[in-house]
């Protein structure tokens, strides 16, 4: 069935260092992919997605390239902030049009 | 401004009360969704909507109900046959295609005393 595997977390990092966040998704045909990032206490905002295979999506330095032969959408930052501590979310869209989530990766940014 | 409003942020019943939570949007969007996120998990749905008056159950709707008499709101009841209501909600709101973003609300935490 359909699923998304993200890399578990939490991930700790220095002030700017590389940041990769794996997400690997099954699915039948080619859903458009997302990334979510969510703050404590509050609602998840969308961070960026890509809608057909080879797609780059970007968005406040975050990037992430729909890989169709891999089944990834790899979330990448080339240097992190304090400020980017919070928990990332994979997501594809389904065939129902509903989202199927990863179980998200906290992201902990030290200075 | 454009968005979704959820309210309360905070919620505390005691246990065997029905509850509902409010969500409204301003965004013009057909399609609506309730999900659940409990403490170090991903999140999971529990009722859609893709257009007024008609509603889908998800993955966990045991103990939910919803309604959805105008396209603007998206009310959900957690009942008492919820076991287990403790948890962080979120509705969000999309224009309902497969490339379409879901846009979410800030939240409401339900705390079942």
């Known amino acids: 069935g359909n699923s998304v595997t993200q890399m578990e977390g939490p991930v700790t990092l220095s002030e700017e260092a590389f940041l990769t966040i794996n997400c690997t998704y099954t699915a039948t045909g080619y859903p458009s992919l997302f990334w979510y990032v969510q703050y404590p206490g509050e609602g998840l905002q969308l961070l960026l997605k890509?809608?057909?295979a080879d797609d780059k999506g970007s968005n406040k330095g975050f990037e992430a390239t729909y890989r169709k032969e891999t089944t990834s959408f790899h979330l990448e930052k080339g240097s992190v902030q304090v400020s980017d501590s919070a928990v990332y979310f994979c997501a594809h869209m389904d065939s129902n049009y509903q989202l199927i989530w990863g179980a998200g990766t906290k992201l902990i940014i030290k200075p | 401004d454009g968005g979704i409003t959820q309210s309360p942020k905070y919620l505390f019943r005691k246990e065997g009360q029905n509850v509902t939570l409010s969500c409204e949007q301003n965004l013009n969007h057909d399609a609506m969704y309730w999900y659940r996120q409990d403490p170090g998990q991903g999140l999971r749905l529990i009722y859609y909507?893709?257009?007024?008056?008609?509603?889908q159950k998800g993955d966990i709707a045991e103990g939910y109900s919803v309604s959805r008499e105008k396209k603007e709101s998206f009310p959900l009841t957690v009942t008492s046959a919820q076991k287990n209501p403790t948890a962080f909600y979120l509705c969000?709101?999309?224009?309902?295609?497969?490339?379409?973003?879901?846009?979410f609300g800030p939240g409401t935490r339900l705390t079942v005393l």
């Open positions: 909507s893709q257009i007024v008056n008609d509603f």
């Open positions: 890509a809608t057909k």
């Open positions: 969000a709101s999309g224009g309902g295609e497969p490339t379409d973003t879901q846009y």
